[in-house]
């Protein structure tokens, strides 16, 4: 659990140093935004880092470890897509998801 946990704060703070400038920051000099962007991922890591070496140390392989940051990616960009972005969510976007999940349950079958 706590892996997934870091896992899901990291990928907050990806999404948000992603595109948080999509929305009302487009006209800030992009220099200005890079390093908003940078000071933001920074966090990131300081949580993704920590997430995999519990994930790994605790027997998740790294396959398991990316694919579960994929779904959990998803997962937070689709809410902040339709929250922050005000962009509909459509059935190929929940479509591609249900792809993402079906491959994770993959890696975690007989584990």
Same mark, same amino acid.
């Given at each position: 659990m706590? *892996?997934?946990?870091?896992?899901? =704060?990291?990928?907050?703070?990806?999404?948000?140093a992603? #595109?948080?400038h999509?929305? +009302?920051g487009m006209d800030?000099p992009?220099l200005? *935004?890079?390093?908003i962007?940078? $000071?933001? $991922?920074?966090?990131e #890591? !300081?949580? $993704?880092v920590? $997430?995999?070496?519990?994930? #790994?140390?605790?027997?998740?392989?790294?396959?398991?470890?990316?694919v =579960?940051?994929?779904a959990?990616?998803l997962? *937070? /960009? +689709? *809410?902040?897509?339709?929250?922050?972005?005000?962009?509909?969510?459509?059935?190929?976007?929940l479509a591609? /998801?249900? !792809?993402?999940? =079906? =491959?994770a349950? /993959?890696l975690?079958?007989?584990?």
């Open positions: 706590p *892996v997934l946990l870091l896992l899901l =704060a990291s990928n907050i703070f990806m999404t948000i992603w #595109y948080w999509l929305k +009302g800030k992009l200005t *935004v890079i390093l962007s940078w $000071a933001i $991922a920074l966090v #890591y !300081c949580l $993704a920590p $997430a995999n070496r519990l994930g #790994y140390a605790s027997g998740w392989s790294g396959g398991q470890l990316k =579960a940051q994929e959990i990616t997962t *937070v /960009f +689709g *809410v902040f897509m339709v929250l922050v972005l005000g962009e509909p969510l459509h059935w190929r976007h591609a /998801f249900a !792809c993402i999940l =079906a =491959a349950g /993959f975690f079958v007989g584990k």
